[in-house]
């Protein structure tokens, strides 16, 4: 079955930069894209792009460019998504998804990222 | 970016209820139009994509409608485990935007 596993949950001081992983099995990694979303009690869900998994290329939300850089490595399955120049405002649970045609359909379980000094 | 409205932001509703909840797009989105769950403590789950696709292990009791600006999710007899926050999400325009979610409880 489809699985994403986000990794565990950050910390982090303001100024400083964070990367959370998503592992993907269930299904063949480099036949979707990996989207990645942003939620907050204040500003609810956010997209903030996606990855094609098999060429690399990024497309970002105008609002997250300079902020997040997405990654992959092929060869174990994984997204990445650095975050840096941290801020309180950059505080959120952060989900990783598997997208087929723009349609975001399996989502990892998200990872808590604080931002805190 | 376009905005999206729901409607209501909290709704009250009895077990075998029939339940429909809104979601407005600020301009057409030619029904490029996702319903997603979300249960406390829980990432988000699709139900329905282009407006009235029945994502696979979904129960027929969820259904989509609608077209332009104006989209409906149905529950027909809800059920106890429905109780969730709901969100719409469009994709027919970059970037991809959410609603705020309408939060279903148990009356």
């Known amino acids: 079955q489809v699985q994403l596993q986000q990794s565990g949950a950050e910390l982090a001081k303001p100024g400083s930069s964070v990367k959370i992983s998503c592992k993907a099995s269930?299904?063949?990694?480099?036949?979707?894209?990996i989207s990645w979303i942003k939620q907050t009690t204040g500003q609810g869900l956010e997209y903030i792009g996606y990855?094609?998994?098999?060429?690399?290329?990024?497309y970002y939300n105008e609002k997250f460019k300079g902020k997040a850089t997405l990654t992959v490595d092929k060869s174990s399955s994984t997204a990445f998504m650095q975050l840096s120049s941290l801020t309180p405002e950059d505080t959120a649970v952060y989900y990783c998804?598997?997208?087929?045609?723009?349609?975001?359909?399996?989502w990892g379980q998200g990872v808590m990222v604080t931002v805190s000094s | 970016d376009i905005q999206m409205t729901q409607s209501p932001s909290l709704l009250s509703a009895s077990v075998g209820d029939r339940v429909t909840l809104s979601c407005k797009a600020s301009?057409?989105?030619?029904?490029?139009l996702n319903w997603y769950q979300q249960k406390l403590g829980e990432a988000p789950k699709l139900l329905i994509y282009?407006?009235?696709s029945l994502q696979t292990g979904i129960p027929s009791r969820f259904s989509g409608s609608g077209s332009g600006t104006d989209y409906t999710l149905t529950i027909s007899s809800l059920q106890p485990e429905d109780v969730a926050t709901y969100f719409c999400?469009?994709?027919?325009?970059?970037?991809?935007?959410f609603g705020a979610g309408t939060k279903l409880e148990l009356k």
């Open positions: 282009y407006t009235n």
């Open positions: 998804a598997r997208q087929e045609l723009r349609v975001p359909d399996y």
């Open positions: 990855i094609n998994t098999g060429s690399g290329g990024t």
């Open positions: 269930g299904y063949t990694f480099t036949s979707y894209d």
């Open positions: 301009q057409n989105i030619y029904k490029y």
């Open positions: 999400q469009q994709y027919n325009s970059w970037p991809n935007t």
